[in-house]
């Protein structure tokens, strides 16, 4: 099922127009990113419930955002509007990803240079996902990334892959190391994403409160709350964040940070009143849990 040229057209102005606001270049439509939001969309639309998935395509992790609704029919223009309306929660003075504003950030997100977004069968699901992926947690990907409405566009996206034609007969699985590794994708040319992680996926309610919509951002956590559930990480991930957000102790944190930092491979299990962290590298597990309230 391909995209119908109404429907890229609109997808494409909503994304760009809002990322000018902010001086990002504007976006490349990406028949990778829209079939893995069209497969996307369809399992939510199969499951019942808003859910992340299918971001790892041919050129890499791909960045995700996700919408209900409970009338048929979401407009890209409306949807692409209440991910951005998110800006009234940002804090451009202390610059980093919070819950709640993850859609705004990966909307304008200026290394982002591709965009497909496809809607389930029954209209009521809407998938988006970009490449590369926006809300990357490294020091200082937030401050070159998202800027203040005002800002002049740069001449070439913040800290992205800069997609190029590879030579006649080059293979796209032999790039030299820091460079795009294209693959041609109907309207546009797709770069190869430098660090992929991993990310727990975990079910939003089909039936939500607040107008019957729900928003579900690129980290995988509903906006605005905490991630209940299992994490799997190999990096600082937005879902990372939310995991540890409300717990009554930096040692959960802390315990996180040295396990990344040792390399380790970090498991957090997140309840509403518990939390375990669990490394483990070369043969060796750690523990670390506590319980409050």
């Known amino acids: 099922m391909a995209a119908t ?6 997808t494409l102005k909503a994304h760009n127009d809002l990322r ?5 270049p504007p976006l490349q439509w990406s028949d990778e990113c829209f079939r893995a939001a069209q497969v ?16 790892q395509g041919r050129s890499g992790r791909h960045g995700q955002n ?3 609704g409970s009338m048929p029919g979401a407009d890209a223009s409306d949807v692409v509007q209440m991910w951005y309306d998110e800006v009234a929660k940002y804090n451009f003075g202390r610059p980093g990803f919070a819950p709640g504003t993850g859609h705004f950030t990966q909307v304008v997100w200026a290394g982002s240079t591709h965009v497909g977004m496809a809607r389930s069968a029954d209209g009521r699901y809407v998938v ?3 490449f590369p992926a926006g809300n990357v947690t490294s020091p200082g990907c937030f401050q070159q990334n998202v800027m203040p409405a005002g800002t002049k566009a740069a001449a070439k996206p913040a800290g992205g892959a800069s997609p190029a034609v590879s030579p006649s007969g ?6 030299s190391p820091g460079k795009a590794s294209p693959e041609r994708s109907g309207l546009g040319w797709l770069g190869r994403l430098g660090r992929p992680f991993r990310r727990n996926e975990r079910p939003a309610p089909s039936s939500p409160g607040g107008g019957g919509r729900v928003l579900l951002g690129a980290g995988g956590a509903q906006a605005g709350r905490i991630l209940h559930g299992t994490v799997k990480a190999s990096g600082w991930t937005p879902e990372v964040l939310a995991a540890l957000e ?3 102790s930096p040692e959960a944190r802390n315990t996180v940070q040295r396990g990344l930092a040792e390399g380790a491979a970090v498991t957090i299990e997140r309840q509403a009143q518990s939390i375990a962290v669990t490394t483990e590298k070369a043969g060796m597990t750690r523990r670390w849990n506590m319980r409050w309230g």
């Open 20 to 24: 000018a606001r902010h001086g990002a």
């Open 5 to 10: 040229q109404d429907w890229v057209a609109k």
């Open 128 to 130: 988006a996902n970009y």
């Open 246 to 248: 409300g717990v009554p």
């Open 66 to 68: 996700a919408f209900f």
């Open 170 to 175: 080059a293979s796209p699985g032999k790039a």
């Open 40 to 55: 996307q969309a369809s399992a939510c639309q199969s499951r019942g419930a808003l859910f992340h998935g299918s971001q």
